[in-house]
């Protein structure tokens, strides 16, 4: 991830079904976005919810294909609760992080 990406998210609920997980998955991954679930969202509680995320340079663009992803999943009947693009400015993970932590050692 780059200065100046924008990281689209799009939180589906899945009834806690892992069933419904699977099939997600399956249509998140057509798509060509990373799929992910979390157990007890920041923002919406308790529960386990499925995302949809990509990463664009371009902000029309992010918006764009975030409204579009999020539309085909509604029209194959998923329950879409969030739709979120974030103009990311710094961002490390943990394999950066162990990256440069080496480097200094």
């Known amino acids: 991830m780059t200065k100046g990406d924008w990281e689209c998210h799009i939180t589906i609920d899945t009834n806690n079904s892992p069933e419904a997980h699977e ?3 399956e249509l998140v991954e057509l798509l060509h976005w990373r799929f ?3 157990d007890g969202d920041p923002a919406l509680g308790q529960g386990v919810r499925c995302y949809a ?3 664009y340079h371009d ?3 992010a918006v764009y294909m975030t ?3 999020a539309s085909f999943f509604l029209s194959k009947g998923w329950i879409v609760v969030r739709r979120k693009v974030e103009h ?3 961002d490390t ?3 950066d ?3 440069i932590y080496y480097k200094l050692t």
Do not use: G, P, R
């Open 53 to 55: 995320t990509q990463l």
């Open 88 to 90: 990311v400015i710094h």
């Open 23 to 25: 099939k997600l998955k």
């Open 93 to 95: 993970n943990w394999a």
């Open 97 to 99: 992080s162990e990256k």
């Open 36 to 38: 992910s679930k979390i």
């Open 67 to 69: 409204v579009n992803a």
């Open 59 to 61: 902000k029309d663009v």
